[in-house]
């Protein structure tokens, strides 16, 4: 981790030099808050625990700055009194007193603070100085490989979005965390949110549409990466389906991906449930006038519904992070679908399969945490699972990598043996065992055992659906 902030720095600076000659002019800084900042830093130690969910040390924009702070967090680290001593002396035993300005500088530092009352508005002063030289710095950049012909298109963004990243995840490291004190009152508060869900008789979390899933989960959790897997053709898209139409009957805005199917055709899957006519009728225009006025009545029903559709086969996890981010922003993401795991590009190409989809998995959870939505992620299972006499599947048999297991909140596994089975086979929060409900997936429709559809059958022909 050193090493790479130390060849991060190296880079920011070499580049941010190069720019400084191109353009003769120097980056956003603002020397004078830095030299508050330190200076503050070292007349009161709580000063620290301030700044640092803001800066770092590759903050400042003065090489002596960085130094100079870096040195402060070794004291503070060091468990020892952060004043004008402490840091003298640790410069010293770091040998580049003399490199910072010696002596006389360190006190000049602290004869700058006026009072420590606005240091965190100092604090973002600078967070937000550094934020603009680097967004100067990768933009230089990517304009100079945009005219490279010999780079992919695909690998110019996804340098892109790492150097990107890279930016969100030094700000992120500077969070020192956050006290008892507040974790205790917001986790208090979403209990109190749950139990009043709970009395009134609706899940805490956004409804599956199946009460015995709910009961169990207590609906899709926010932070929460659920994983549903099934071996090809027994229903995952149709399911998949069907929770995405009951959130945005909640109201929730659904991103859903389809990495299989074109929007349209998902979209027929969803009419053949809507207007109660077989799928493979709508498939295959078997369509008389009443079937046209169900599916216009049900098309009326499903063009309000708050779900955005994405079927772009190469598209990768980052570009599903990146989305996610975006579209939370604009309060259009509560919670994202995608079919399947298997189908997303991956980042690193080069990398072993088995790592891709660790990847995969450790990005789609810490979406779900960043953004405080719940991911239902879809996935192909072993076709061991096949050779057994009851079909049942286990934790061992998600395909491919361990990391599913280990990243996933909640592993879900849809089956067939003499009917469609669910399954909980992982919840962190609490039960497991198999769930009762009742499918007709010819319809795409899924419900309690209890709740009785109708099968409106138009004619006595038995369907082969094709494997979705």
């Not at 926010?222 to 069907?242: D, E, M, Q, Y």
Request: contains cysteine.
């Amino acid at each position: 981790m050193v090493e790479k902030q130390k060849n991060y720095k190296d880079r920011q600076k070499s580049n941010l030099d190069e720019l400084n000659a191109r353009y003769g002019k120097l980056p956003p800084q603002a020397l004078d808050v830095e030299e508050a900042v330190l200076g503050a830093l070292m007349l009161e130690r709580e000063t620290y625990q301030v700044v640092s969910g803001y800066i770092d040390t590759l903050s400042f924009y003065k090489e002596a700055h960085q130094k100079i702070f870096e040195t402060i967090k070794s004291v503070v680290t060091k468990n020892k009194p952060v004043d004008l001593l402490t840091v003298t002396q640790e410069l010293k035993d770091r040998g580049i007193l003399d490199e910072v300005g010696g002596p006389a500088y360190i006190t000049q530092l602290t004869s700058r603070v006026a009072s420590v009352a606005h240091i965190e508005f100092y604090a973002r002063i600078i967070a937000q100085k550094f934020i603009q030289r680097e967004m100067i710095r990768i933009s230089s950049e990517i304009q100079s490989k945009s005219y490279d012909d010999s780079l992919d298109v695909d690998d110019l963004i996804d340098f892109t979005r790492s150097e990107l990243n890279a930016i969100d995840n030094f700000i992120t490291s500077a969070n020192p965390g956050q006290i008892t004190e507040v974790v205790a009152k917001n986790a208090l508060h979403d209990i109190d949110a749950d139990a009043k869900a709970i009395q009134a008789g609706i899940s805490p979390g956004i409804s599956s549409g199946i009460s015995d899933l709910d009961r169990a989960l207590g609906g899709w959790r926010n932070t929460n990466l659920v994983i549903l897997a099934a071996r090809p053709g027994v229903g995952k898209t149709s399911f998949a389906l069907h929770l995405a139409v009951t959130a945005a009957r909640q109201g929730k805005w659904v991103n859903f991906y389809g990495l299989e199917m074109k929007n349209e055709d998902l979209f027929r899957i969803l009419l053949s449930g809507e207007a109660g006519i077989p799928r493979s009728n709508i498939r295959d225009g078997r369509l008389d006038s009443v079937d046209w006025e169900k599916i216009n009545v049900a098309t009326g029903q499903l063009e309000p519904l708050t779900i955005l559709w994405n079927d772009y086969a190469g598209t990768t996890v980052a570009q599903i992070k990146a989305n996610t981010t975006r579209n939370k922003k604009a309060g259009k993401c509560d919670i994202v679908i995608i079919d399947y795991l298997q189908l997303m590009k991956p980042t690193d190409k080069k990398a072993i399969r088995e790592q891709q989809i660790a990847d995969m998995t450790r990005t789609l959870k810490e979406t779900a945490l960043s953004e405080n939505i719940p991911v239902i992620c879809l996935s192909q299972l072993n076709r061991e699972v096949e050779k057994r006499t009851d079909k049942e599947p286990n934790l061992s048999d998600l395909r491919e990598s361990g990391a599913i297991e280990q990243d996933a909140d909640v592993v879900l596994f849809l089956y067939e043996n003499d009917g469609l089975h669910l399954k909980i086979g992982k919840n962190r929060r609490g039960k497991r065992g198999k769930v009762n409900f009742q499918a007709n997936e010819e319809k795409t429709q899924f419900t309690d055992v209890e709740l009785q559809y109708s099968i409106d059958m138009t004619t006595n022909e038995t369907f082969e659906e094709q494997p979705f």
